[in-house]
């Protein structure tokens, strides 16, 4: 079995213990309880994490770069997510790393949007950070077209929601991690246990930033944060 985010391999664990489980881009793969360690995963389940939380402080700092003055960053997450417990113990260690307050918004069901939505706006936050949530990315198109109609600049894990009109992403390259997954598969149909197959964490990271996005949020793009980006779309 195939399986990408955390919610799916989660599901993938409860239904089997025997059939062999390859995992993309799970979030906390220890933490939840998916695999014993990343070097030495046990059970029918391996694969590789995309560990979006670590890099929540970079995304935080490239925020900074483009609006040197937020000091209130708004984070979507969703409570039935099991990785996003991870996301809230780094997002409270770096805002007080980086002096920046944060605004917990929780999203765990379609009719929870519109309250999030209205909090956002009640609240006022200097920007919004949103993660790879399986959920979550399932609306984006609903989530892009609001932080656009409230100006709220908003920072995005995939380059894909940048693509489709999102301001900026930062994050491991999904497709890369995708990729090597076929490599597990490979493996396991060789014979080789999941078991003795590490955990694999991403080598690919994605800096992608929308000129147009910008534009029409009055933002200027510092040419030394274009000089970090991967993808620049005009």
């Known amino acids: 079995m195939v399986t990408s985010g955390s919610a799916a391999a989660r599901a993938a664990q409860l239904a089997t213990t025997t059939i062999p489980i390859v995992m993309i881009a799970t979030g ?19 694969g590789n994490a995309d560990l979006a939380a670590t ?14 003055g937020v000091s209130r960053v708004a984070f979507l997450w969703n409570p039935n997510n099991s990785s996003h417990l991870a996301y809230l113990e780094e997002w409270r260690a770096v805002a007080r790393q980086l002096g920046v307050e944060p605004l917990f918004v929780e999203v765990s069901s379609f009719d929870q949007f519109e309250p999030a939505f209205a909090t956002m706006v009640r609240e006022r936050p200097d920007a919004l950070s949103v993660t790879a949530d399986p959920f979550h990315l399932s609306h984006i198109k609903w989530i892009i077209d609001f932080v656009a ?11 894909e929601n940048v693509a489709a009109g999102g301001l900026m992403s930062y994050g491991p390259s999904l497709p890369d991690l995708y990729r090597r997954a076929a490599g597990y598969v490979h493996k396991i149909l060789q014979g080789t246990k999941p078991a003795d197959l590490p955990v694999e964490q991403p080598v690919k990271f994605e800096l ?16 030394t944060l274009l000089s970090l980006a991967d993808e620049v779309i005009e």
Do not use: C, E
């Not at 109609?149 to 380059?159: D, E, F, G, N």
């Not at 992608?208 to 040419?223: E, F, G, R, S, Y």
């Open 28 to 46: 906390d793969p220890v933490g939840t309880g998916l695999v014993k360690s990343l070097a030495r995963p046990g059970g029918n389940i391996t």
């Open 55 to 68: 890099m929540s402080a970079k995304r935080v700092q490239l925020l900074k770069q483009l609006i040197p």
């Open 149 to 159: 109609k409230a100006r709220l600049p908003t920072m995005y894990v995939p380059k």
């Open 208 to 223: 992608a930033i929308n000129l147009q996005t910008a534009k029409t949020l009055d933002l200027t793009v510092p040419q």
